[in-house]
């Protein structure tokens, strides 16, 4: 599956941004889809993950109640509602995916760009 991440720009602390994630080649419903980021000089780290079924949801203790992931599977499309943005939120953003049966993320966007400014 090909991962298409857009929807990142500059927004002021308290704002509100929704990243998209567009997949092609597969069934996107085999897939659970995941967002991740990472901040400069840091590693890489999970922010939101939803199942195939857009139940089963869960996210970093950092984002939860202010991040909501969602997906619609008829438009081969995840979204990651970001609000009350912090500048500790700024980072390049990942969409990833993985089949139901591995925990693994084996697929991969190419990032967007998030910068919250205070």
């Known amino acids: 599956v090909q991962l298409q991440a857009s929807g990142g720009g500059l927004v002021q602390a308290g704002g509100s941004l929704r990243l998209s994630c567009a997949a092609s080649?597969?069934?996107?419903?085999?897939?659970?889809m995941g967002w991740f980021r990472q901040a400069p000089g840091k590693e890489r780290e999970f922010v939101a993950g939803?199942?195939?079924?857009?139940?089963?949801?869960y996210y970093s203790n950092s984002v939860k109640g202010r991040f909501t992931i969602s997906r619609d599977n008829a438009k081969n499309t995840a979204y990651l509602q970001m609000s009350g943005l912090k500048p500790e939120d700024t980072a390049v953003y990942y969409c990833?995916?993985?089949?139901?049966?591995?925990?693994?993320?084996?697929?991969w966007g190419q990032g967007t760009e998030v910068t919250v400014s205070s």
């Open positions: 990833a995916a993985r089949i139901t049966t591995s925990p693994q993320y084996s697929y």
């Open positions: 080649g597969r069934t996107f419903s085999n897939y659970h």
């Open positions: 939803i199942g195939w079924n857009n139940i089963d949801t």
